[in-house]
């Protein structure tokens, strides 16, 4: 690609490209040892996601095949390497697609409906009469306007355009007084005070981690939500020995990141980035091969820049909220022990009274689903279960997020 260079990322960017590296290295490594009697080195080499599985069986019966001949495995060995020569030639070509795609969000902002010291309240139906407000509580690791990505790819807007009158709790970047705060301070003191901005009791919907924001608001402030909604919202971080093993992995990496957190008062959004990608370690360099073969005018590789470029804009998160959402909730699971407390009250959505939405992305691999199904085992009977047939980030944003999210969603609400 040529062209101005017009952003940094993915970020970290050298991560990324250690990943890569890593994934050739060990591959390299089985291809050392491995043998038509000994293809199971191969495991412990190559991604084991479903395409890895399928490589390793078709490696397998290459092997199997050319075991005998004249050169045979040797010629394989050659030609995996040139295979991985391939692979990273196109991740350094996709990446630099990204880099100079010419795609610039531009989408007019909205009005200021209430704002404390970072955090926006911003208005998508300014003047709007017809019923009460609906609050969109986003994650606080992210920025809020996935729920506003680009024309067309806008929840918020598609619900204004609806006649219904949401408004986006845009958390902004912390400040100093900011970085002190707990997940207490977040809920019981910002999120609430947002609720009594309002002019009455409405729907609160949180997305991702605002989920469990919005749940312990509408717990403690019963009379401010009259409704809530869960989108993509985890609760049990140890619901399968995966998830524990990749929770567990997580809280462990408390220690080696306090010197950083008690230095800035925050987890740093590389470092945040990095414990996404740990999640599926050569999925990013995966996308990026697949993206550097688009057509880069297409309506699929603008919405794959969009999305990247909401991904690449983080946030910081206070070093307490850090500690507790790292230690607490992902390492002690305390969110399914029924051991996190808000201002020393425990969160437990047993308790919930107002009608709850909890929608479910089937390909999510940012908040597993078996642990936002074991949120919606615990709501009251009652509760509508919305299983939506995809990702976390494509159920909110994606070419089919209307199908699968928004029209569902805005159906409950007209039902209210």
Known sequence: ??????????????????????????????????????????????????????????????????????????????????????????????????????????????????????????????????????????????????????????????????????????????????????????????LERALQALPGPAPVIGYCMGGLLALAAALRRPDRVSALGLLAAPWDFHATPEDAAKAGAAAALLPSLEPVMSATGTLPVDAIQALFAALDPFGIARKFRAFGRLDQGSARAVQFVAMEDWLNDGVPLAAPVARDVLGAWYGANSTARLAWRVAGAVVDPAAISAPTFLAIPHRDRIVPPASARALAARLPPGAIIHEAAAGHIGMVAGSTAEATLWRPLRDWLRGL
Do not use: C
């Open 1 to 190: 690609m040529t062209g101005p260079l017009r952003r940094k990322g993915p970020r970290p960017l050298p991560l990324h490209l250690i990943l890569a590296l890593s994934r050739g290295t060990m591959a390299i490594a089985g291809l050392t040892m491995a043998s038509v009697n000994d293809w199971h080195s191969w495991s412990n080499a190559w991604p084991i996601s479903k395409a890895g599985r399928a490589e390793l069986n078709r490696i397998r019966r290459e092997l199997a095949a050319r075991n005998g001949s004249p050169g045979g495995i040797d010629a394989f060995r050659a030609a995996v390497l040139r295979r991985l020569l391939r692979d990273d030639r196109a991740l350094l070509a996709g990446i630099a697609a990204y880099r100079r795609h010419p795609f610039r969000r531009q989408v007019p902002e909205p009005p200021t409906f209430w704002q404390e010291g970072a955090t926006r309240m911003l208005d998508y139906a300014p003047g709007a009469t017809a019923g009460a407000p609906i609050l969109f509580v986003p994650s606080l690791v992210n920025r809020a306007f996935i729920l506003d990505l680009a024309e067309g790819h806008s929840l918020l807007r598609f619900l204004a355009a609806q006649g219904l009158r949401p408004l986006l709790l845009d958390w902004g970047w912390p400040s100093e007084t900011e970085r002190q705060f707990t997940l207490t301070d977040y809920i019981a003191g910002r």
